[in-house]
């Protein structure tokens, strides 16, 4: 697994300020998986080749060439995966809250109303459609001088604009406050999402903003078990329910539950039940 401190380890060497705004190509020629990320500055991800997954908090977006996503300041992880011509491409804009609250000030009454009009929840991150254009949009940022910064900007208003027209509600997520901001509720909702997921306590800390050893101390009060154990006992009570009752085949079902692989989801089946899942659903059919 990679860590990166973003957009810190993309400034030219003997750069030490980030810049308020910046446009930043991406390229590689390698699929990685779960990329450990701190992201301190705002982010739009316009991909052009290749996939992507993004996993931040209780959120999760698969992103392909058809979409493009906003991610806000925060710890996530990301995957890539390159395309069959062996490339991963994307455009990046770094930009930082100024910009964004500045966005909201100015067009606060109807961002507001349209936020009241949908009940619009608070996201962390935004999944957004392509057309014609911001597929031109994405194609102008290649021809925007390196230095110019209020270039930048106003190519930022030029997508925030068109979005609050094209998809509404989705940009106004960015706004929404959050309506519950219990801190027990929003790290239940964290745990929750990513139960079929294969990150380990110590990732799922990392989402949580915390320690390893504040995590664990947080989980075992509120679930009243460790997190080995709860995420465990969570995912055979889920195959079990697809073995038995969608009748599914053990080797459909294990990398939806989390699993790598298929022995190491057949052993952890077998310690939990008594039973491989095959015998499993061969007794549940009898």
Not at 103 to 110: A, P, S, T, V
């Amino acid at each position: 697994m990679n860590e990166y401190n973003l957009p810190t380890d993309f400034l030219k060497s003997g750069q030490t300020q980030i810049p308020q705004s910046f446009i930043y190509p991406y390229h590689t020629n390698k699929s990685t998986t779960k990329n450990r990320v701190v992201l301190t500055t705002h982010l739009f991800s316009f991909l052009t080749e290749g996939s992507k997954e993004i996993v931040m908090g209780k959120e999760k977006i698969k992103l392909r060439e058809s979409h493009f996503t906003l991610i806000t300041a925060g710890n996530c992880f990301m995957s890539e995966k390159i395309s069959e011509n062996s490339k991963y491409a994307s455009t990046l804009i770094f930009f930082d809250n100024e910009l964004l609250q500045t966005f909201h000030l100015n067009h606060q009454q109807k961002i507001n109303e349209i936020i009241k009009k949908g009940k619009i929840q608070n996201k962390e991150v935004l999944h957004f459609k392509n057309d014609a254009f911001t597929k031109a949009f994405i194609h102008s940022l290649a021809f925007v001088p390196e230095n110019s910064m209020e270039l930048v900007k106003l190519k930022l208003q030029e997508i925030l604009l068109y979005l609050m027209e094209t998809q509404p509600e989705e940009l106004c997520s960015l706004f929404a406050t959050v309506q519950n901001s219990n801190e027990d509720l929003l790290f239940k909702n964290i745990i929750d999402n990513n139960i079929d997921s294969s990150l380990s306590a110590q990732e799922l800390a990392f989402l949580c903003n915390m320690s390893l050893s504040t995590f664990k101390r947080k989980f075992s009060k509120i679930f009243n078990d460790s997190p080995t154990n709860w995420i465990r006992q969570k995912r055979m009570e889920r195959a079990a329910f697809l073995l038995t009752y969608n009748k599914e085949r053990p080797s459909d079902i294990y990398l939806r539950l989390g699993y790598e692989n298929f022995s190491s989801f057949t052993q952890s089946f077998k310690a939990f039940h008594g039973k491989t899942p095959k015998e499993y659903k061969m007794a549940s059919l009898s």
